[in-house]
């Protein structure tokens, strides 16, 4: 149950981060890269039964 909603608040996170707003196309990539990087662990780690 923690899992799931780790992860949904996570792609929520990561669909925010998106660089698609004028203010934060000086940003890049690396708000995405970021998050999208802690949601693949935290996927690994629900697949794995850690979490």
Not at 28 to 44: D, E, F, H, K, S
């Amino acid at each position: 149950m923690l899992g799931t909603i780790l992860i949904v608040v996570l792609l929520l996170l990561l669909i925010g981060a998106f660089p698609a707003w004028p203010y934060s196309r000086s940003w890049g990539y690396a708000p995405t890269g970021t998050l999208g990087l802690i949601v693949v662990i935290v996927v690994v780690l629900v697949v794995l039964g850690q979490i």
